[in-house]
């Protein structure tokens, strides 16, 4: 019996997650080794009774006051439950801005102008379908609009971000503004690594992505550029993870594992344009955004080529000559009343209540999930301070599953591109609330950062690092202690 994945296993899952047909794999060159033979079976251990937690007052209502009862496919659209009549005006204007179709400049809507030159979607709702997470490449070579490509090349500049990639910048735009080439196109390919034994005499074959930047308008990327692939995140509960006090998150902190559990866990460090100073980083796969303003700025810039009061220089490089002299929708394309509009609504969709909280079976996949270790980086509840502005998601008792910190899963996830503080192979830990309406409101169950997992317990199953030890925990499971666990993972 073998207890963890085999090292040279490990080690051609990494070389395939970073393989670009740009930059051949940074990792000195592996011996070829034949692959393994798909594992063997782990056998059965013998049947013990399995715990079952009790339910906690208030589990069920994930965001509290704010929680609202919906499971259809639009269970991710709708405003909080406190929220009143006057706010909620705010909220549908956030919600047109969000989903409106931005035309390129000049044009006759002169408040809906400026798209491009350079872009990826032409509105936020293009990527955040539904509000949920973006869909993956199905039957295509080419990625989907909701998957996109951060770029740099190595280094930080003065405020500790990422450096672009001279050419390129720091987003690889896959559309253009008619007259002018795009940027070119993302080619992913799939590969079936070997199968992964689990208890029971079942196995799972994950899929390795390769990206490959092809098509390229503007010539050849620089050669140590960095890419980072990643999927549109859901919408929902966001304005609760900004109401989580900063001392929380230290508190959670563990850089140094002090306390011996193998799990670090430290927050991200960016800039924040408008404080004009370092903050931690909340949003994004890698803690990269201090908050949602900046956010949904910064999507407007390198998304959609739109200008606001937070980023007022366009997305195009000093070497995109046409692109700099292109038509602008103003100055800036969108103004602070309309960004305003659109950090609102991103703070104030609701998380819908969970389904089956209370069951024996959901109570047994909750215990597991305590037991797999899950719950040291999902962390499972916490309370919200005052968030200025939003009195509908202060003081609320929450229960995202998350700690927003950076913890390191090992290299077979790793993008190998830092941002602010966080390294290649760091990511924040993605809430989970929400997760059992994936397929009813998007269609598909991916999952991960470039939605690279096809269902949950694949996701799992490509936890290292730091999780190592959950991930084997998962493994070593009785099948039915781990049908709980997934059980439990759908009623969230
Ligand atoms: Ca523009
Ligand atoms: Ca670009
Ligand atoms: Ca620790």
Same mark, same amino acid.
């Given at each position: 019996m073998r207890s963890t994945i085999p090292a040279h296993l490990m080690k051609s899952l990494q070389c395939l997650a970073l393989m670009l047909t740009l930059a051949s794999?940074?990792?000195?060159?592996?011996?070829?080794?034949k692959p393994p033979p798909d594992e063997p079976p782990i056998e059965t251990p013998e049947e013990v009774p399995l715990e079952v937690a009790p339910l906690e007052p208030g %589990?069920?209502?994930?965001? $509290? *006051?704010?929680?609202v009862f919906r499971t259809d496919? %639009?269970?991710?659209?709708?405003?909080?439950?406190?929220?009143t009549v006057e706010r909620k005006s705010r909220f549908l204007l956030g919600e047109a801005n969000f989903e409106v179709d931005w035309v390129s =400049?000049?044009?006759?809507?002169r408040d809906r102008d400026g798209l491009?030159?350079?872009?990826?979607?032409?509105? /936020?709702? *293009?990527?955040h379908v539904g509000n949920g997470r973006g869909a993956p490449v199905v039957g295509s070579a080419y990625a989907p609009t909701p998957l996109l490509i951060r770029l740099s090349i190595p280094g930080r500049d003065a405020h500790g971000a990422p450096i672009p990639e001279?050419? +390129?910048?720091?987003q690889f735009q896959p559309r253009a503004i008619t007259g002018l080439p795009a940027e070119g196109q993302v080619e992913v390919t799939y590969e079936s690594l070997p199968a992964i034994a689990l208890t029971g005499a079942s196995s799972v074959s994950l899929q390795s992505p390769s990206y490959a930047l092809v098509d390229?308008? +503007?010539?050849p990327l620089a050669p140590d550029v960095r890419i980072s692939p990643r999927i549109a995140q859901p919408m929902i509960g966001l304005g609760l993870l900004a109401a989580i006090p900063d001392a929380t998150l230290l508190a959670w902190a563990d850089p140094e594992d002090r306390d011996g559990d193998g799990i670090r866990g430290r927050p991200n460090r960016v800039w924040s344009v408008k404080q004009g100073r370092e903050v931690l980083g909340r949003f994004g796969w890698k803690a990269n955004q201090p908050d949602l303003e900046h956010q949904a700025a910064g999507a407007l810039l390198g998304d959609m080529g739109l200008t606001s009061p937070?980023? &007022?220089?366009?997305? /195009? @490089?000093? @070497?995109q000559t046409h692109c700099l002299a292109a038509a602008t929708?103003? %100055?800036?394309?969108?103004?602070a009343t309309n960004l305003a509009t659109l950090s609102d609504y991103s703070h104030l969709i609701a998380v819908p209540a969970r389904r089956g909280a209370e069951r024996e079976d959901v109570r047994t996949g909750k215990a597991a999930f305590q037991r797999a270790g /899950? =719950? &040291?980086?999902?962390?499972p509840t916490t309370v919200t301070g005052e968030l200025p502005g939003f009195p509908e998601l202060s003081y609320q008792r929450i229960?995202? +599953? @998350?700690?927003l910190l950076l913890h390191d899963?090992? %290299? *077979?996830? *790793?993008? $190998?591109r830092d941002d602010f503080q966080a390294t290649g192979t760091e990511w924040r830990t993605p809430p989970l609330w929400g997760l059992g309406l994936t397929a009813t409101v998007n269609g598909h169950t991916h999952l991960l950062h470039d939605g690279r997992a096809r269902s949950v317990l694949e996701a799992i199953l490509w936890h290292g690092g730091e999780a190592t030890a959950s991930r084997e925990a998962v493994r070593r499971m009785s099948p039915k202690e781990r049908a709980a666990l997934l059980t439990f993972l759908d009623s969230l």
């Open positions: 794999c940074g990792e000195p060159s592996a011996p070829i080794v %589990e069920a209502l994930m965001g $509290g *006051a704010t929680t496919p %639009e269970a991710f659209l709708q405003p909080v439950a406190n929220i =400049a000049p044009s006759s809507q491009g030159p350079l872009f990826h979607a032409t509105s /936020c709702l *293009a990527c001279p050419t +390129y910048g720091d390229l308008g +503007y010539g937070l980023f &007022s220089q366009s997305a /195009c @490089t000093a @070497t929708g103003g %100055e800036p394309e969108v103004d /899950c =719950a &040291s980086c999902h962390r229960w995202p +599953y @998350t700690d899963l090992g %290299e *077979a996830l *790793a993008d $190998g």
